[in-house]
């Protein structure tokens, strides 16, 4: 595999195409709109900044790695030709299965078609092709330049093939993938999320601030980040959609998410990438707690 298109240049999607990019793959970065590439763009350039200022990468490597990354608005453009899709655009089943319908008509019969999605059925956006043994799940973890994990993600079809392909892939990104099967949440999700509304809940029963939640995980259970910091990097809206697939595909109260949370999605209030969520990430007051205004 040589050439990679990434669908998205959201969190995820500019992480992946850096990350392809900076191992030699020539990689096409697809978004809806040019603004939102160059937005991407940006992140990757100023992300590769930051490896070249703690000498984990030369001036070099940065210049290379920005070379190998071309933008595409129109889709059926930027998947001609490539080994592999990853597709990472918005956490939403409808738009997955209308991107993978156009997967199926633009790209050739053997390109191997992986989805980040981080809850979505890959059996069921693997229907939406002609020849599902070639759809995968390959979930990268948010900084995807960072975080070594690739959780690889078998559909009811996925054929043996292309699973060995990924996982060796995965290797030569320098990642370590794991190989688990396709039930709501696959497994990362399926404990962190429960976790994470967890510490929404408690928030919004008023037993503690956010800044207190956070600070019993970080140093009680030596989590490097307190898991409402976590879900504001993740985004909301991303936590409450996983949390609403695993509600849906489960029947299980247990995964219902907190009402506080459905409130601050509603509001806008997404996390770093809205500029607030638990904590406030506008430029004066950066990653500063949000006051009580939460709590019930
Ligand atoms: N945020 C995380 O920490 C995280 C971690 C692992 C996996 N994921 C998964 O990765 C995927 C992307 O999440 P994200 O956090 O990057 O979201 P995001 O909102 O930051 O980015 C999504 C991008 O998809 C683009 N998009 C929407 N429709 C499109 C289309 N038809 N064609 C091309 N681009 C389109 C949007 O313009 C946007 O730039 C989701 O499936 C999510 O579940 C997220």
Known sequence: MKNIAVIGAGTMGNGIAHTFA????????????EKTLEKGMEIIAGNLDRMVAKEKISEEDKKNTLKNITTFTQLS??????????????????LKLSIFKQLDEFCAADTVLASNTSSISITKIAAAV????RVIGMHFMNPVPVMKLVE?????STSNEVTSQIMELSKKLKKE???VNDYPGFVANRILMPMINESIETLYNGVAG?????????????HPMGPLQLADFIGLDVCLSILEVMYSGFKNPKYAACPLLVNMVQAGKLG??????????SESRKA???SGQFTS
């Open 272 to 281: 770093v990438k809205s500029g607030e969520g638990f904590y406030d990430y």
């Open 22 to 33: 900076q191992f030699g793959y020539k990689t096409n970065l697809i978004d809806k709109s």
């Open 77 to 94: 453009e930027g998947v001609k030709n490539v080994d592999l899709v990853v597709e990472a655009a918005t956490e939403n089943v409808d």
């Open 177 to 179: 993938p794991v190989e």
């Open 130 to 133: 002609s020849n599902p043994e």
């Open 152 to 156: 690889i993600i078998r559909g009811y």
């Open 288 to 290: 500063e707690k949000v």
């Open 210 to 222: 956010v800044q207190e939640i956070d600070t019993v995980m970080k140093l009680g259970m030596a």
